[in-house]
């Protein structure tokens, strides 16, 4: 018999049960609940449409042919990482590549020399801008593919998937070490039919990434 979770209405697995058969864990809502009240509750499939709105920094559409949530990635740091940008690019490369320009002499030494600091600007220049203009769109339409897109001013690198080799889609939570600290992110996990993954990053909040993944994981359940 499948159960499921009191509030989001989605199918819990036997694997979130407790040995005593008395609790289950739903991942999604982060909420446990006795199995009982899991059997009592309204599948997702019989309940009426959800009208809660999306987190702040998420935006649902939805149409008869599919939906999209988009995901804004700006940030106040684009005000601190402009300048400093703009000087330790504008001075490691003009002096590394500049120079030679201005004297009409290639030197490949020095050229090899830069590549880092080429590679670093790039890099640099992508996240600022990211965080300057930077989107996050998943979108499904009519033509049955799964796509994520991210980006800004038109500009976007995207990933398409067919829609059904979606098969589930779980909160997923890193930690990594910061000086002083640690510093959690979290991102939706999407898994394929392949086994390979989707992750879809939503600006590492605990609360985006938890509501994109349900919205997700109810859309799949309820086109079974």
């Not at 590549?115 to 890099?123: A, I």
């Not at 600006?203 to 086109?223: F, P, T």
């Amino acid at each position: 018999m499948t159960i499921h979770c009191p509030e989001c209405g989605l199918p819990i697995l036997a694997s979130e049960i407790t040995p005593a058969g008395d609790l289950a864990y739903c991942r999604l809502c982060e909420r446990t609940s006795t199995v009982e009240a899991c059997r009592a509750a309204t599948p997702l499939a019989k309940r009426p449409p959800d009208s809660s709105a999306p987190p702040k920094g998420l935006r649902l559409t939805e149409s008869l042919t599919g939906f999209r949530v988009e995901s804004s990635t700006r940030s106040w740091a684009a005000l601190f990482l402009w300048p400093f940008m703009l000087f330790w690019s504008g001075g490691s490369l003009g002096g590394i590549y500049g120079s030679q320009i201005k004297a009409g002499k290639f030197d490949w030494v020095m050229s090899l020399f830069g590549l880092p600091f080429l590679v670093g600007s790039c890099f640099l220049f992508g996240l600022t801008f990211m965080l300057t203009f930077g989107r996050v769109v998943v979108e499904s339409g009519q033509d049955g593919r799964l796509r994520i897109r991210k980006g800004g001013l038109g500009l976007y690198w995207t990933k398409s998937v067919p829609w059904l080799d979606v098969v589930s889609a779980e909160v997923e939570e890193n930690t990594s070490r910061r000086k002083g600290g640690y510093q959690t992110t979290y991102a939706c996990l999407l898994k394929l039919r392949s086994g390979d993954v989707l992750r879809v990053g939503t600006g590492g909040d605990r609360a985006q990434a938890g509501w994109l993944a349900r919205y997700l994981a109810g859309r799949i359940y309820l086109r079974r």
